[in-house]
T-cell receptor
Framework: GAGVSQSPSNKVTEKGKDVELRCDPI?????LYWYRQRLGQGLEFLIY????????KSGLPSDRFSAERTGESVSTLTIQRTQQEDSAVYLC??????????????FGSGTRLTVV | RKEVEQDPGPFNVPEGATVAFNCTYSNSASQSFFWYRQDCRKEPKLLMS???SGNEDGRFTAQLNRASQYISLLIRDSKLSDSATYLCVVTINTGGFKTIFGAGTRLFVKA
């Protein structure tokens, strides 16, 4: 597609429920990132996928968070047993990475998650 | 010490002013550098890459100082529409690419 697509754009869920967020990157972009942004705060790195390499999961805040990506296509971020502190905008970005050169990201418009 | 540090601001400037932001990074292996802009309740958007020789895009000029490990963004002739948060981004090649976003500098341009 022309841009990074995320769905749903908004999600309200009850505490304790599981949620799944989806990201459809730009076609051909080998790198995909998930970030979290709480209201008024900066971007918090969650996880990074690069091609078929093992993902960098170092930013996942707890074992309730997991993400998958098949090849260079769609990624899903799953949050189990949601807590109120999980409320945030979850942003996905993709980029082209060739050899040692990283190019700028394109972000999706995010999923605004509210846990009530 | 944070890996990428920015003055959070806010910077309040009148229209037409020139304003500069600095950003420092701690990892000398940092390889790629960018400035992003984020409007309120919107996703960040790439403003410009930062090249070693410095680069300009209209009213915006970016500079990189590898020796001192900082990058800068200069905005000339500020417009009301420049009001946003400006994010400094550094990418380190670790076999994959580790990308670190600064927390951003808020700019308000007033009429």
């Amino acid at each position: 597609g022309a841009g990074v697509s995320q769905s749903p754009s908004n999600k309200v869920t009850e505490k304790g429920k599981d949620v799944e967020l989806r990201c459809d990157p730009i076609s051909g972009h080998t790198a995909l990132y998930w970030y979290r942004q709480r209201l008024g705060q900066g971007l918090e790195f969650l996880i990074y996928f690069q091609g078929n390499s093992a993902p960098d999961k170092s930013g996942l805040p707890s074992d309730r968070f997991s993400a998958e990506r098949t090849g260079e296509s769609v990624s899903t971020l799953t949050i189990q047993r949601t807590q109120q502190e999980d409320s945030a905008v979850y942003l996905c970005a993709s980029s082209l990475a060739v050899g040692t050169q990283a190019y700028g990201y394109t972000f999706g418009s995010g999923t605004r998650l509210t846990v009530v | 010490r944070k890996e990428v540090e920015q003055d959070p601001g806010p910077f309040n400037v009148p229209e037409g002013a020139t304003v500069a932001f600095n950003c420092t990074y701690s990892n000398s292996a940092s390889q790629s550098f960018f400035w992003y802009r984020q409007d309120c309740r919107k996703e960040p958007k790439l403003l410009m890459s930062v090249y070693s020789s410095g680069n300009e895009d209209g009213r915006f000029t970016a500079q990189l100082n590898r020796a001192s490990q900082y990058i800068s963004l200069l905005i000339r002739d500020s417009k009301l529409s420049d009001s946003a948060t400006y994010l400094c981004v550094v990418t380190i090649n670790t076999g994959g690419f580790k990308t670190i976003f600064g927390a951003g500098t808020r700019l308000f341009v007033k009429a």
